[in-house]
Every structure is written in structure tokens, then in C-alpha cells.
């Protein structure tokens, strides 16, 4: 297995939210664990994934400790100042502004409303649009902005928790973050659409629901081995149930052949990890595996062949390879897996030992 | 070098926890029952090893705790009572009305589709065609996957795969132990 990070822990985080608590799929282990995932095998470029990935979830961690939406600014202030200064008129500023993007403020055209914080949170990337051809569409667009009670229409509601996504196009990017507010519960969701996008409410959701669904997927290419090459998600949804299956297909086996090496389901052990151990490191552990592992019967008579048995390792991946190969898809892999699965069984057992 | 390592020491501890608990109840047993034992008792300690947070875990609990023989097993690997109310508290309140939703929406769907049977033209439909069949596939294969939206889905698939291989590789360490231990 290649060097997959123990995103194990952290996905406790990460996987209940959608259940509807409010666990943070942004957490700070589960930053770590993707940085490591994700930066590693990809070269860093100004892609949004990458930025996704390593400027939304500290702040998206303060953003739920604290709704204060300012911090969150990052890269473009003199746009903040703009906003916050003519926030009645959302549809002016962004004509003026020189990427001519067009945004979408929730309740900021609502006048009395002093409560709100400044929902400005972009996370703009430098990209230039034809600022001249997007302000016919600009202003196509920005007229229903206005007319409508933005508030209500604007608000899109969230899904249970504070999300970040942004899509990655080569024409432009698209940000869409949610801000807590203090006076309101609900969220809004601050968009900027691509030139030429319907701006109403349903397709925004539509698009956040699709960054979603495809920043999860690039979870998975790179989670699954032999999924970076390949484009398009029918492919790679093939290429993730064939590795589930086999998953599912290798424990099944292996658990077939625990149960045909042993009489008995309660595995020996104690003079398994001796073995293992005995020859590499100190043998100290076997009296602090003791109080945990069943005592077995079997074992005392074998140990002195043990030490031997140890370099016979080159004998037995070739046998692991061939029995493989019928259910495994990759058998070199298997095999190299067998070597390091040995080294983590010391590894394993020493550790058992310092917890205990 | 094996940056989960701790949850593989979770898992082979509660997975001997459930083979000890196994072979209290019976003394001899085939190699079939052997074998559904073993794989059971880690099925369950990797789904104990998340803690109920995930929804695969879940609904592998609960499949497992329906059936009234093996509970006993469940029961330990779990611990006390104390924990697995807890867990499953959790979930028929939001999510049995959520899933009973869905699930008639996707019935309807169904039907709808079946009634319709038109091929489509459109090199998009097609291709939305082809992920959706795949995306039933997928959910076939991951426990409690048909409660699941899509983003849900792909979260537990990415979980799943990673206790996967936990587990594979803990079982494969363990049998490679034993097979030269006892030779």
C-alpha cells in the first residue's frame, strides 16, 4: 500500500456530518492527513484543489468556533472595503470590479440590517475575465439580484454543516462559502458564477452540490491506486468498486486460511509475536501480551524453530504470490505488501507492547 | 512507517476479543464455521473501531446484532451496554424518517424509469447513465449504502476502504504469522 496517511482517525470527523452533526469535516488532524495525502503525490500549483484543501479548513475551524466571517478574508481586501462600503448596491460594485465576476450577496441589500457581518469571504485567484464582454451579462443578471427580496431567495440552505468547496475550471474559478452569522441562524451561501451561468438559487445549489460531489471524488482517485490516470467518473467509479470487491474478496480469503492454519480460532499469539520478534528485537513483550492474548497450549514446543523459520521469509513469498494471484488483481503489489505486512507485524507487536 | 498503525492494534485487539468469545461458545467447528466466525468477529471489530461514527460501521453493527446468535460476540467487542445504545440512539431518530424518504424516492424512481425505457441520445445522458448504474453498484457493495446520498456515499466509501485494508492487512499478517509458526 502505497503511502496512504492515517486518514482513519480523523474520519470520525469527517464522515458524521452529513448525518447532521456538527462535526467538523474540516478538522485540523484531518488538514494534516490530506496535506500529506494530497500534497505529496501532486506538484502544488494554484489548482483549487490544492487550495481547498489547505486554506479552508483552519479557517473553516474558526469559522465554527467563531462566526466571525472577517476572518476569513483572504485575498483580496480592497474588495471587502468596497463591499462593506456600498452594501446596498452589490450590483454596482461588482460592475466595477476589474475580474467582473458577479457575486452574489445574501442580505446585504437588506438596509437596516446592521446585525449581519460582513459576509465577504472570497477566495480569489488571480484570473483576469474579458471584463468588457461580462458586464452586458452583468447587468442581465444583476437587475433580478436586485429586485428580488435577496434575502429570502439568496438563502440557500446549508446541508448541516459549513462547507467550502471550489470548483476548478480553467476559465474561471468559483467560490462557494458559507458564513455563520451571529443575529441568524441561517447561512448564506456567497457564490461567484462563472460568466454566462444562471445565477438563480436552484442552480447554485446545484453547482455547490457538484464541487462537492467532485472534491470528494478526487478523495478517492487518489485513495484508490491506478485512479489518477483515469478521467471521467464512470471510469474511476469502476476502478473504486473493483478495488472494493477486491478488498472484500482478499478477506474473505484470508479468513478462509486463518481458519484452515489454525484447530482452533484462538490464534497462538504469544509464540506468534515471539517469533516474530525474537529474531530482530528484544523478546520482552511476550510477558505484557500475555494478560491480553489467550494463553495458548500449543506454543512452547515450537519456539526454538522459530528463529530459523525467520529466514525462510524468501521462501514464502513466492508460495503467498501464487496463491494470490487467483483473487488479487495485482499480484506484485501482494507480494510487496507481504514483505512490509511482515516488517508492520514487529512493528505491530512492539507497539502493543509500549501501549501496554 | 504505518501511519494507522494504532488503528490496527484496535482492531486486532478487539478482533481477538471476539475470537476468544467465539470459541467459548463452541468447542468444534468446521472450517466453514470457523471461517464465518473469524471473518464476522473482524467485520465487527472494524466497525467498533469507528465508534458509530461512521454510517457503514452503523449499519454493520446493527445487521450483525439482529441475528440473536453471534450478539454475544457483539456485545464484547463493543463492551459494555453502555456504548451501543448510544450509538444506535443516534440513529433511528434523523436518520430512519431521512432513509424511509429516500428510499420511496428512489422506489418511485425506479418505477418512473422502467416505465420510460427510452435510450438516450445524448452523449451526457449517457454518460449520467453510466455513473448512476455505477453509483448503485457502489452502494450495493458498501454497507447501509442505500440510505446514502451521494456525497454521503462517497465519504463512506473512502472510510470503508481505508478499514479495508486495515483489516486485510492485519489479517494477513496475522496469517502469515501463524502459518510459520506452526510449521
Known sequence: ?356 | MRPHSSLKQEFLKKWIMGLQRCSFSKKNMSILERKKAIKFSADIAMASARNGTTCWSRSLISNASKEGSDIHVVEQILGSESDRPAVENKVPTRRASVCKKIVKRSCRIRRRRRRRKCVASAPSSIAKHLVRKRREVLKSLIPGGEFMNEICLIEETLDYITSLRVQVDVMRSLASASVRASE
Open chain 1, 1 to 356: 500500500m502505497e503511502s496512504n496517511p492515517g486518514t482513519t482517525e480523523t474520519r470520525s470527523n469527517l464522515t458524521a456530518s452529513d448525518g447532521g452533526q456538527v462535526t467538523a469535516f474540516e478538522s485540523l488532524q484531518f488538514t494534516d492527513e490530506i496535506h500529506r495525502l494530497i500534497l505529496a503525490p501532486t506538484t502544488i500549483n494554484a489548482s483549487s484543489f490544492t487550495a481547498l484543501v489547505e486554506l479552508p479548513p483552519p479557517q473553516a475551524v474558526e469559522l465554527l468556533h467563531s462566526p466571525d466571517s472577517t476572518k476569513f478574508i483572504a485575498a483580496k481586501p480592497p474588495n471587502v472595503e468596497d463591499f462593506k462600503g456600498s452594501f446596498r448596491f452589490p450590483s454596482n460594485t461588482s460592475l466595477i470590479e476589474p475580474d467582473a465576476r458577479f457575486s452574489v450577496f445574501s442580505g446585504e441589500a437588506n438596509n437596516g440590517n446592521e446585525n449581519r457581518d460582513s459576509p465577504v469571504s472570497k477566495i480569489l485567484n488571480s484570473n483576469l475575465e474579458k471584463a468588457v464582454k461580462s458586464e452586458p451579462a452583468e447587468t442581465e443578471s444583476a437587475q433580478p439580484l436586485v429586485s428580488d427580496p435577496p434575502v429570502e431567495k439568496r438563502r440557500i440552505k446549508r446541508k448541516g454543516r459549513e462547507n467550502k468547496v471550489k470548483g476548478s475550471t480553467k476559465k474561471s474559478k468559483t467560490a462557494v462559502n458559507e458564513s455563520s452569522e451571529d443575529a441568524e441562524k441561517l447561512p448564506y451561501v456567497h457564490v461567484r458564477a462563472r460568466r454566462g451561468q444562471a445565477t438563480d438559487s436552484h442552480s447554485l445549489a446545484e453547482r455547490a452540490r457538484r464541487e462537492k460531489i467532485n472534491a470528494r471524488m478526487k478523495f478517492l482517485q487518489e485513495l484508490v491506486p491506478g485512479c489518477n490516470k483515469i478521467s471521467g467518473t464512470a471510469l474511476v467509479l469502476d476502478e473504486i468498486i473493483n478495488h472494493v470487491q477486491s478488498l472484500q474478496r482478499q478477506v474473505e480469503f484470508l479468513s478462509m486460511r486463518l481458519a484452515a492454519v489454525n484447530p482452533r480460532i484462538d490464534f497462538n499469539l504469544d509464540s506468534v509475536f515471539t517469533s516474530e520478534s525474537g529474531s530482530l528485537m528484544d523478546s520482552n513483550f511476550p510477558g505484557l501480551v500475555m494478560p491480553v492474548m489467550w494463553p495458548e497450549v500449543q506454543g512452547d514446543g515450537h519456539r526454538q524453530q522459530y528463529q530459523h523459520q525467520w529466514n525462510s521469509d524468501a521462501l514464502q513469498q513466492p508460495v503467498w504470490g501464487r496463491e494470490v494471484h487467483n483473487n488479487y488483481i495485482t499480484p506484485e503489489k501482494s507480494l510487496l505488501t507481504y514483505d512490509s505486512s511482515a516488517n508492520s507485524v514487529t512493528l505491530q507487536a512492539n507497539q502493543l507492547k509500549m501501549e501496554l
